[in-house]
């Protein structure tokens, strides 16, 4: 099973700042890596996939990057509305075995 | 529009079995692989079965292989996942999500219902 090691488990950021959230993978995953976002009491999102690639309709202050097992979502100036969790998932494996990190909650400093 | 809306959770005695459904709307569901993916309360999330559009193929996480079964009816845009022998460790909001395309990404996702296993 391919893990996935996000980190940090919690980052305290201001409004306008801007927030790195990082992925590890335990083994190359080349960039067939998701991030999604969750709200309290709500289903999660989808934000990026390849890696790198904005899902439909999310802003542009949402960026991807990464290959291999080093993976980064990057929130350019973050707004009330982006404090939540985020999880990275690989899906590299065939058949299909999709591993979640364990999330990051990006809280208001 | 993408419509996924998930039923058939409640309460359940360990060893015991449920059913979920997720009713599919607003896509052509026959076309489309979909996962199931649980949540247990306040922790991460697990993905937990695939099946692709044609049922060719299915996949199951470690935690739940020979005990959940993942099938889908594209004449009524319905995707089941049988549970049987549940433990406590299965108590979890249980999510359907419609694949992006790519065999991986999990694109639109229904709202969830809660399985809990309890004596």
Same mark, same amino acid.
């Given at each position: 099973?391919?893990?996935?090691?996000?980190?940090?488990?919690?980052?305290?950021?201001?409004?306008?700042?801007?927030?790195?959230?990082?992925?590890?993978?335990?083994?190359?995953?080349?960039?067939?890596?998701?991030?999604?976002q969750?709200?309290?009491?709500?289903?999660?999102?989808?934000l990026?996939?390849?890696?790198?690639?904005r899902a439909?309709g999310i802003p542009a202050r949402f960026s991807?990057?990464?290959?291999?097992?080093?993976?980064?979502?990057?929130i350019s100036s973050l707004q009330?509305e982006d404090?939540?969790?985020?999880?990275?998932?690989?899906?590299?494996?065939?058949?299909?075995?999709?591993?979640?990190?364990?999330?990051?909650?990006?809280?208001?400093? | 529009?993408?419509?996924?809306?998930?039923?058939?959770?409640?309460?359940?005695? !360990? =060893?015991?079995? %449920?059913?979920?459904?997720?009713?599919? *709307?607003?896509?052509?569901?026959?076309?489309?692989?979909?996962?199931? /993916?649980?949540?247990? !309360? =306040?922790?991460? %999330?697990?993905?937990?079965?695939?099946? *692709?559009?044609?049922?060719?193929?299915?996949?199951?996480?470690?935690? /739940?292989?020979?005990?959940?079964?993942?099938?889908?009816?594209?004449?009524?845009?319905?995707?089941?996942?049988?549970?049987?022998?549940?433990?406590?460790?299965?108590?979890?909001?249980?999510?359907?999500?419609?694949?992006?395309?790519?065999?991986?990404?999990?694109?639109?996702?229904?709202?969830?219902?809660?399985?809990?296993?309890?004596?």
């Amino acid at each position: 099973e391919i893990v996935m090691t996000q980190f940090p488990a919690t980052l305290s950021v201001s409004p306008g700042e801007r927030a790195t959230l990082s992925c590890r993978a335990s083994q190359s995953v080349n960039t067939k890596v998701a991030w999604y976002q969750q709200k309290p009491g709500q289903a999660p999102r989808l934000l990026l996939y390849a890696a790198s690639s904005r899902a439909t309709g999310i802003p542009a202050r949402f960026s991807g990057s990464g290959s291999g097992t080093e993976f980064t979502l990057t929130i350019s100036s973050l707004q009330s509305e982006d404090f939540a969790i985020y999880y990275c998932q690989q899906y590299s494996t065939w058949p299909p075995e999709f591993t979640f990190g364990q999330g990051t909650k990006l809280e208001i400093k | 529009q993408v419509e996924l809306v998930e039923s058939g959770g409640g309460g359940v005695h !360990p =060893g015991g079995s %449920l059913r979920l459904s997720c009713a599919a *709307s607003g896509f052509n569901f026959g076309n489309w692989a979909m996962h199931w /993916v649980r949540q247990a !309360p =306040g922790k991460g %999330l697990e993905w937990v079965a695939f099946i *692709s559009h044609d049922e060719s193929h299915k996949s199951y996480s470690d935690s /739940v292989k020979g005990r959940f079964t993942v099938s889908r009816d594209n004449s009524k845009s319905i995707l089941f996942l049988q549970m049987n022998s549940l433990t406590g460790e299965d108590t979890a909001v249980y999510y359907c999500a419609r694949d992006y395309g790519d065999y991986g990404t999990l694109y639109y996702w229904g709202q969830g219902t809660l399985v809990t296993v309890s004596s």
